[in-house]
């Protein structure tokens, strides 16, 4: 059963860094797409970045040129390095993960990202 764990969230000031981490436990099969969503109190959750094997990477415009993804495939890891933070990046972060593009999506219990101004 494929698992995937995040850490590295937590509390930081207007301008801070915090790098997120995932890793996927329970399957040796390298995974297509690897990526991060994030919800906000009383929003939607919505794609922050997505890296694909191909190394073709997605990035929503509110965190391009800020948020950086990488992903360690041997690992079956995927990163979020945050910088420049903003209190509007206040969310729970989720990592995801699927195997091809035909099939669903695993996620993460999610890690709390919290920007004070």
């Known amino acids: 059963q494929v698992q995937l764990v995040e850490s590295g969230g937590g509390l930081v000031q207007a301008g801070g860094s915090l790098r997120l981490s995932c890793a996927a436990s329970?399957?040796?099969?390298?995974?297509?797409?690897m990526g991060w969503y994030r919800q906000a109190p009383g929003k939607q959750r919505e794609l922050v970045a997505s890296k694909r094997s191909d190394g073709r990477t997605t990035y929503a415009d509110s965190v391009k040129d800020r948020f950086t993804i990488s992903r360690d495939n041997p690992k079956n890891e995927v990163y979020l390095q945050m910088n420049s933070l903003k209190p509007e990046d206040t969310a729970v972060y989720y990592c995801n993960a699927r195997k091809t593009v035909y099939t669903s999506y695993y996620w993460g219990q999610g890690t709390q990202v919290t920007v004070s101004s």
């Open positions: 329970g399957s040796t099969f390298r995974f297509n797409d």
